[in-house]
């Protein structure tokens, strides 16, 4: 349970893409609006605020979850990560990025970083998951540019890439 500092005040310890913070956050302050505006990761959007187009997606203990209906507070103790950690420090992409560059599995871009962490999700329980099984696990990201299918085949390549170079390391 959060530690409350203050009538107005919440003390959160979360840990965002593998920083440890400790916060004081209002007790209504959304996940989205954490990441965005005190911690500066932007590469969450916005886009409804109800939780429909599943463009704030992030994964919170692993699980996709709709960072604008989470209140911050929720979170103690937990382990957030943003479209932000996919990327490595040097700036290299990560397979599901690369996928989706390859693919055209982007357009305006503006549902891409939740598309990116529920395809995350999806390669992280399902190694190399059907097409259908890609719609079913981004069924709540909604994108008005692409008509999906190259969405698919991207998570569907990124699978098969992430395989790929497991298989590749462990011979």
């Known amino acids: 349970m959060p530690e409350t500092t203050s009538p107005e005040k919440v003390r959160i310890r979360i840990t965002v893409n593998d920083v440890a913070h400790d916060l004081l956050v209002e007790p209504r302050t959304l996940l989205a609006d954490l990441l965005r505006g005190d911690l500066e990761l932007t590469g969450t959007h916005v886009g409804c605020e109800q939780g429909v187009c599943g463009a704030c997606t992030v994964l919170v ?41 390859e693919n055209h599995g982007l357009q305006c871009g503006f549902c891409t970083p939740g598309m990116l962490m529920g395809a995350c999700e999806l390669l992280e329980r399902t190694a190399e998951p059907d097409p259908d ?12 540019c692409t008509g999906y299918q190259n969405i698919v085949r991207s998570v569907c390549a990124a699978g098969q890439s992430m395989t790929a170079a497991k298989n590749g390391a462990q011979a």
């Open 61 to 101: 203990d692993g699980a996709a979850t709709r960072s604008c209906l989470v209140f911050a507070a929720q979170l103690d103790g937990t382990a957030v990560r943003t479209v932000e950690s996919l990327a490595g420090a040097d700036g290299t992409l990560h397979p599901i990025q690369q996928a989706f560059h």
């Open 133 to 144: 099984e890609v719609r079913e696990a981004l069924g709540g990201n909604l994108c008005r």
